[in-house]
């Protein structure tokens, strides 16, 4: 009998460490069977993605990249979200007039306020980059960093985009949720590098994103410590401090991050030089450019688009060989309430 | 038999779960007899940081703080490093023009140039503040950001301090190397916020303090893109781009993180807007003062030091009762190789 509890008590030590191999064995095989982009179809650019993330992670690969140096970097508009008719932003400003004008009389005779108020997004449009720089500052500025994220807040939660008729957070792009996912599960550190207003982004995005804020970079105004008797705050003042656009993202990419990202993804001509920054890395890169050929499902332009408009960057992309997504075909959904439908 | 085999397969499953909580025991226990804090006498400073930490980590506590909001922030010279005789920066200035010299022969004549050739440095400390900005010019800018990584690392691979005779890199505060790993064991995100240049620091400091590029934050000089025929670099500019000291250290904070830290620990004056930024935090935060009381392991110096005066730091730590080292008497060592000594 003892003979038999020896024997015993060593097939408990066996079954114990057999039991922790058949996990790790089960663990991998759900690794293999579980699709790690369920929202795209099965086409090139999904699987030089899939390709490229497993070359880089697999050790025994002379590709193989260290966890620290596993920098992704994703565009914003255009290509987590959708930025027609107008960047979401301007939406936020022109409501945000809307909701100050009581407070400024003067508006109402005054340009660009008064093409705002008076729905006039043609005159609007005449404004030009100065008219959208002083409704920026108008509604972006002269508040604490505080009070600046309490406004974005109680405005994403009930503004409606105008056509899609549906919150601007929901139009998010799900098979880009997917990649980040996707990334990160493969030990990639994913940023967010926009032309969009950094605070305005943090405000809400690190939820849907899963994006925390000290890896959102963006453009920024200028702004100011107040000591306040013991109460301090941030003011922000109506003044640019730095446009993350075109040179400006490797830039802040550098001064922030402090090291190359290997992972590029944008949409448009303002993120050519993030991506030739990307390609520059020494170590395999990876770069990836969001084509808006979807009329029906989201909205298609490139060339000619006066937002996110893609010239350069696709000419470039074909000539180099980086990957574009051709969102028409690529993409099972678009949106993530698409998925309910299905 | 089958009886008895049922029973010990019974017992097999309830010995494997067995061992787990075994192990989560032993887990607790060992946690529980490993001084985090080895260097560290048992003194208050102490035993008020591993008080919070055990606080804000205990998810039954009111003040429990959830992990994407555990920023912890230290400023580097004289508080991870020491700064004596003169800021380690300027050292590496210093050995730059002497090795520049022979590319700039008017340097011979020209202030300050000339004082630091002649090593007079009665004469460079009368060249002010101007003089200094003078020579990080010089040394810091008018190459790429790859050229610069690499002019550092050749420096602080052969450089020694001038009175210690050890390289600068070993100079760096034992205590807070570990503190800096026990906050990071806690689900910390731990960042240097420093005046000194970031990438003068992040050249060397990630794998010292263990902490990764993206988490430096310094000072900055002004970069230009450049495509380079396809093979682009940054370009440093003798330009001033954001100087992050005082007010500088929380605006910086805000831009870069994006949240309010709840650890903050400088040494200086410097440090004091930091320490109030932090200290406004609606979750319970930590503020932690290094006082140089030490004038045989290290330097004894405060409110009248031309580097690192701690001054007003002092008063309002001292009214607001945050937590002030002592060096000289909290501290068992102060450099790691004064552990091998020991």
């Not at 690969?61 to 255009?78: C, E, K, L, M, Y």
């Not at 409606?160 to 990334?183: I, R, S």
């Not at 100011?224 to 013991?230: P, T």
């Not at 190359?260 to 030739?276: A, C, E």
Request: glycine share 6%.
């Amino acid at each position: 009998m003892k003979k038999i509890f020896s024997i015993l008590l060593i097939l408990m030590v066996l079954f114990s460490c057999k039991e922790k191999i058949e996990i790790k064995e089960i663990n991998t095989a759900v690794h293999d069977l579980v699709d790690p982009l369920p929202s795209w179809n099965d086409v090139n650019s999904k699987q030089n993605i899939i390709d490229y993330v497993e070359d880089i992670t697999n050790v025994g690969s002379t590709n193989f990249i260290q966890i620290p140096d596993r920098i992704a970097v994703f565009d914003n508009d255009g290509n987590l979200w959708s930025e027609q008719p107008a960047y979401f932003q301007l939406f936020f400003a022109i409501d945000k007039v809307k909701e100050m004008a009581t407070e400024h009389p003067e508006w109402k005779t005054q340009q660009p306020f008064k093409a705002v108020l008076e729905n006039d997004m043609t005159e609007l449009a005449k404004q030009g980059e100065h008219g959208l720089i002083q409704l920026v500052m108008a509604t972006h500025a002269g508040v604490t960093t505080d009070g600046f994220d309490a406004d974005v807040k109680n405005w994403i939660a009930k503004a409606k985009h105008p056509t899609k008729n549906v919150g601007f957070d929901e139009l998010v792009y799900q098979p880009m949720l997917e990649l980040l996912q996707y990334l990160r599960a493969n030990d990639f550190k994913t940023y967010v590098v926009s032309g969009g207003g950094v605070d305005f982004m943090r405000a809400f995005v690190t939820e849907i994103y899963g994006i925390p804020e000290e890896q959102i970079i963006g453009s920024r105004i200028k702004t100011a410590f107040d000591y306040n008797n013991g109460n301090p705050v941030i003011k922000r003042l109506p003044e640019l401090d730095f446009i993350d656009d075109k040179e400006g993202k490797p830039l802040n990419i550098q001064k922030i991050i402090g090291k190359k990202p290997v992972f590029s993804s944008g949409n448009s001509d303002g993120d050519l030089q993030m991506m030739q920054w990307t390609a520059s890395n020494k170590l395999k890169s990876f770069m990836l450019y969001v084509h808006h050929t979807d009329s029906i499902r989201e909205w298609a332009y490139d060339i000619n688009s006066h937002i996110g408009r893609l010239d350069k960057g696709l000419n470039e992309a074909n000539e180099k060989g980086w990957t574009v997504i051709d969102m028409k075909n690529d993409w099972k959904v678009i949106y993530p309430f698409e998925l309910d439908a299905n």
